[in-house]
């Protein structure tokens, strides 16, 4: 690897104009120290930095980019859509289009809205679930993540019903009483909260399979028992697939586990790596929005054609046979690699899977949610994720993030990060 020279250069001027230099917290590589990334360019599996180092990518822009970067059929859709305007602020058929493929894919979505992000997709679909049931309060999960509005910035100090306090500065104490936390993978405590304020909630907001505190799978009945509490007690099940959506398989989560929620919320894969997102759901629910219904929602830049085009491209190419198979076997392989790794180096994991998300835990005992995730040594992760970076592989600079496997990673690609794991996690057993 060459002298980073040139990114430091970047970051030093990045440092005095964006907020730490960077756009979104997780870039500043906080988490592991060193420096961040300055990208130049990303090619499939790949990205060059300011130097032109070349990097194995398992970021993949937080999963949006299953295809890997610059993917020729996304790359030919965008060129062509840029001579043909690239914002109208009025209906074109792309969005039709989009919206279809969608709902072709997720029958429970009858009815869509596109917004420009997730965050602003969770937002708004917790408006229209409070617009429908005329409820307040909301049941989120500790360690889940669904964007940064202000109902979502909250985390329960205990695993029980309790008042949120406010996790963020800014979010006013009275907003965050209305967001209650349940510990991931405990359907007794939703009962719980059900029991104690069932009347006052209008929905379980849930990624079905957890991805933002490392990956958590469900446990075997969790996601049922939330569509049966929600369902008795006239709350709303909202399923955030804005990482699981067109990654666990074509119909996201909520058809791999056989789970109709009334809402979903969509982000990441669904715009090629263009500002996309949506919510959409039951036809009743989303008739409150405006202009059918009361609920207020808008965007100026909303379905816009050139992110259209991406996601249409996108989705095209993931409608091919096999794809998905081919993701899952060699996220298989890359998980049985690293756990041989892991064992010859007697360090102890726990490696979690799902579909193309993988999280190596350097945690003693299985993770099962947030707490257990906590429980991992997190100081053993920066290590780990300096030692392959060294070597050109480029993790998610924290420990409770998934590795991304792309469609662009190759068997040979896998094999080469296993063995660069085998020599830093014997690197790190030797300190
Ligand atoms: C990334 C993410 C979001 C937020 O999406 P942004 O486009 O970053 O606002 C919401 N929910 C989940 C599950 C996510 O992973």
Not at 283 to 298: I, R, S
Not at 391 to 412: C, M, N, V
Request: proline share 4%.
């Amino acid at each position: 690897m060459s002298a980073r020279n040139r990114s430091r250069e970047i970051y030093r001027r990045a440092s005095e104009l964006l907020i730490g230099g960077v756009n979104s917290p997780v870039r500043a590589f906080a988490a592991v120290g060193g420096e961040p990334l300055i990208v130049q360019s990303g090619s499939g599996a790949r990205l060059l930095d300011a130097d032109g180092n070349e990097y194995l990518d398992f970021i993949g822009s937080w999963g949006a980019m299953i295809l890997g970067h610059a993917h020729p059929a996304v790359s030919a859709a965008l060129a062509e859509q840029a001579a043909r305007g690239t914002s109208y602020g009025v209906t074109c058929e792309l969005e039709v289009l989009l919206a279809e493929q969608i709902r072709a894919a997720l029958p429970s979505v009858e009815r869509i809205r596109f917004v420009s992000s997730g965050t602003e997709a969770a937002m708004s679909a917790i408006r229209a679930a409070r617009g429908f049931t005329r409820r307040d309060c909301i049941v989120k999960f500790e360690g889940g993540y669904h964007g940064h509005a202000d109902s979502f910035l909250s985390q329960a100090g205990s695993g029980l019903a309790t008042f949120g306090i406010a996790s963020s500065a800014g979010v006013p104490e009275a907003f965050a009483t209305l967001t209650l936390n349940a510990p991931y993978n405990d359907a007794g405590a939703v009962e719980r909260i059900f029991a104690a304020r069932g009347k006052e909630i209008a929905a379980v907001i849930v990624e079905p399979v957890a991805a933002n505190m490392g990956v958590v799978p469900p446990e075997s009945g969790f996601l049922e028992t939330l569509r049966e509490i929600t369902s008795r007690h006239g709350a709303l099940l909202i399923f955030d697939e804005v990482i699981t959506g067109f990654r666990i398989g074509w119909g996201g989560a909520q058809n791999a586990f056989g789970i109709q929620p009334d809402l979903t919320v969509l982000g990441k894969i669904i715009g090629g790596g263009m500002p996309v997102a949506a919510y959409g759901g039951r036809a009743d629910v989303m008739k409150m929005v405006a202009p059918e219904g009361p609920v207020y929602q808008a965007g100026t830049l909303s379905g816009n054609p050139l992110a259209m085009r991406a996601g249409l491209a996108t989705l095209a190419e993931l409608h091919r046979p096999g794809l998905y198979e081919g993701l899952a076997a060699r996220t298989a392989h890359l998980a049985n690699g690293l756990r041989e790794a892991a064992k010859s180096a007697r360090v102890p994991v726990q490696i979690n899977v799902a579909g193309s998300l993988l999280t190596l835990f350097f945690a003693q005992d299985p993770v099962h949610d947030y707490a257990s995730a906590k429980r991992s040594d997190t100081a053993k992760f920066a290590r780990f994720f300096g030692e392959m970076l060294a070597r050109g592989i480029l993790l998610p600079p924290s420990q409770f993030e998934a590795l991304f496997l792309s469609a662009a990673h190759t068997d040979a690609d896998v094999d080469r990060t296993i063995a660069a794991a085998g020599e830093a996690l014997a690197s790190i057993a030797a300190a």
